[in-house]
């Protein structure tokens, strides 16, 4: 119980340093660098990737469903957030569509 408790804490307190590092680098109406700014723009869209690349890596195409419900989730997601541009609906309800396609459609 203690061992938990630890653990628990320390991520509590990392997360926490974390989160205060932007408000002590940049804090006082001082101005974050470009590249920092360059980041944050292009650090989304980069996760996103890795994160499609790893979801379709063992994806047999020659067997199975083909990769179709992959395919259709992917689809979907991207439509929606190039629609709403909002990343957490469209991961959201495209999740929800490839596991409806995997468990009820193929």
Known sequence: MTHSFLIILVM???T??????PFLFFGRGRQAPR???TLGKLLPPACMSVLVVYCVR????????HGIPEL????AAMALH??????LLSIGVSTALYMALVQLVF
Not at 16 to 21: A, G, H, K
Not at 58 to 65: M, Q, R
Not at 72 to 75: F, L, Q, T, V
């Open 12 to 14: 509590a307190a990392v």
């Open 16 to 21: 926490f340093l974390i989160r205060l590092c």
């Open 35 to 37: 590249w920092v700014h």
């Open 58 to 65: 063992n994806v047999e195409i020659a067997a199975g469903s």
């Open 72 to 75: 259709i989730g992917i689809a």
């Open 82 to 87: 190039a629609w709403k541009r909002n990343t």
